[in-house]
């Protein structure tokens, strides 16, 4: 493990047992089933009058109404002592700044999987941009021909025979990781969803943060005629708040699904050991919530979203799908993720 590493370890080891418990996270989560059970009753009412049934279920209804007072109770506690006296142990008070320059050059590492439509003119895209060294193209055990046409277009390709997303990711920082002649490495997917242009914001952004997480959460910067529907962009928006509520204090953060993000190479070699390659489509929130975690530093960057070329194979696929996923997320991020592996 590298310095920073261990730096992270140690760091987990002098904060207080208080510090680490998430407590505004479990009062949020009290908060919402004690509005579920008050909420659910408010129906029950609704349903009553409707049927001109003054008596019908007006018992469960009571006891509804009473018993959804105790999770908000115990949520407002959770959430005041979270807010009032721990948050200031919970901040960051060192802020890191990675030696980032105007010499700094970028490895692009880019997942793929059936993208011969779209992967040549991303590997031009980004080999385009004056900070970017090479374009690495890693695909997932694609059917078409995704990597011929990757290393057509300039790219060094090569296959991940494991299957999975998280594994298809871990291969792309592994690979860019080794190559010593650049500082930075920039994860982001082969669908030309996203675009090099953006690598100058992510630049701006590095000084500040170990991890520099594009997010997609921005209205203005959002193409009408993306895969991320309405049910997605506000799914995405609610499990980026439940990660800022669970690390409290490092950070604020809008979009745990998407794939663009710059970190430093050491910091590539870093988190490697920490993250489970077996977590697939819930990847990102994983990689964030382990990040996190460790205490490596996050800043969000707002990033220009486009519609995909070809046909999405993710957590986009669907809105029920992107439930499916987004689900998962949940748990992952509320009871662990080594059941999802």
Not at 53 to 60: A, I, K, P
Not at 74 to 103: E, N
Not at 178 to 186: F, I, P, S
Request: aromatic share 8%.
């Amino acid at each position: 493990m590298s310095l920073i590493g261990e730096s992270r370890i140690h760091v987990g080891q002098r904060k207080s047992l208080l510090a680490r418990i998430p407590l505004c996270y479990w009062g949020v989560w009290a908060l919402l089933i004690g509005l579920s059970l008050y909420f659910g009753a408010i129906l029950l009412s609704i349903v009553r009058l409707m049927l001109l049934q003054r008596d019908l279920f007006v018992g469960l209804i009571a006891r509804l109404l009473w018993v959804s007072g105790f999770p908000t109770t115990i949520s407002i506690i959770l959430i005041a002592i979270d807010l009032g006296l721990v948050l200031p142990m919970k901040r960051r008070r060192d802020r890191p700044s990675p030696a980032v320059t105007d010499a700094s050059l970028i490895t692009i590492a880019l997942t793929a999987y059936n993208d011969e439509l779209s992967i040549g003119a991303a590997v031009r895209d980004f080999l385009s941009h004056p900070r970017v060294k090479r374009v690495i193209v890693v695909s997932n055990n694609s059917k078409d021909r995704t990597l011929e046409v990757a290393t057509e277009a300039g790219a060094t390709a090569v296959n991940e025979e494991r299957q999975g997303y998280g594994r298809c990711v871990c291969r792309c920082l592994a690979e860019a990781a080794q190559w010593q002649d650049t500082d930075l490495v920039a994860l982001c997917e082969g669908d030309m969803t996203f675009r090099a242009a953006d690598l100058d914001k992510f630049l701006a952004y590095a000084p500040h943060a170990e991890i520099v997480n594009g997010t997609r959460i921005v209205e203005q910067l959002r193409d009408r005629d993306t895969q991320l529907s309405t049910f997605m962009y506000y799914g995405n928006f609610f499990a980026g708040k439940l990660l800022e509520v669970k690390h409290l204090g490092k950070g604020t953060f809008t979009d745990v699904g998407t794939t663009y993000k710059m970190m430093p190479r050491e910091v590539v070699i870093a988190l490697l050991p920490i993250v489970n390659p077996a977590i697939n489509l819930e990847f990102n929130a994983h990689f964030l919530d382990a990040a996190l975690g460790h205490d490596f530093s996050i800043v969000e960057c707002p990033v220009t979203f486009h519609p995909r070329v070809g046909l999405s194979k993710g957590g986009n696929v669907n809105n029920l799908r992107a439930l499916r996923v987004g689900s998962r997320m949940i748990w992952g991020l509320t009871f662990g993720w080594s059941l999802l592996a």
